[in-house]
């Protein structure tokens, strides 16, 4: 045998059979095996490799090759991450609206990226910038009380020289600024004549 190999390999092979472990919260089974058993064998499909779930939360992950197997695992990761206010995902445009996009961060979990969070600039259009099915970089700033995930692009965008700092879009919308459309009463023209009533004295 020492004439064959005289010492273990420091790595297998990445085409030699694989078996790795991933443990969620049990809450999340029901999320991974889906309707049916339909997301499940959707995740078995697109990775190649066998996957077997105990009620414990416990899954056991096998495929031919190492590549299957990572596949899987990345698939799994992210389905049962939790987001994470500022973190930088890597997300995908799924649909427009005049207000904004929504992008989906994680498997099943979608954000809205504000028409004021696209660029420095003011944007009119949100299609001169994104469509459906754009790969986008964005950053996660905030998850409202309801679970509404917050996103922001322009944060990860180099501020053009010269631009002053803003203050947060929520702050924004509560004064009546612009990119929140509230508070229009309050930015009457001043040049318009104010009648006032005045109280006839006896």
Not at 80 to 95: A, L, Q
Not at 182 to 196: A, F, I, L, N, V
């Amino acid at each position: 045998m020492r004439e064959a190999i005289a010492e273990p390999r420091p790595m297998i092979s990445p085409f030699a059979p694989r078996i790795a472990f991933f443990t969620v919260d049990p809450d999340k089974i029901g999320l991974i095996i889906g309707p049916g058993g339909r997301t499940i064998r959707d995740i078995i499909a697109r990775s190649g490799a066998q996957i077997d779930i105990e009620d414990t939360g416990q899954i056991c992950i096998s495929g031919p090759s190492s590549t299957e197997v990572e596949k899987a695992l990345d698939i799994l990761r992210g389905m049962t991450e939790n987001p994470e206010v500022g973190k930088v995902y890597d997300g995908r445009v799924t649909k427009i609206m005049e207000f904004g996009a929504f992008v989906e961060i994680l498997p099943g979990r979608e954000g809205l990226l504000h028409v004021s969070e696209i660029e420095h600039h003011r944007v009119n259009k949100v299609t001169d910038h994104l469509n459906v099915g754009d790969a986008v970089n964005v950053k996660l700033v905030k998850i409202t009380p309801e679970g509404k995930l917050d996103l922001s692009r322009k944060a990860l965008l180099p501020r053009p020289e010269g631009m002053p700092e803003e203050e947060p879009r929520e702050r924004r919308e509560r004064s009546g600024g612009p990119s929140g459309g509230h508070g229009r009463d309050k930015h009457r023209d001043s040049s318009r004549p104010r009648t006032e009533k005045v109280k006839d004295e006896d």
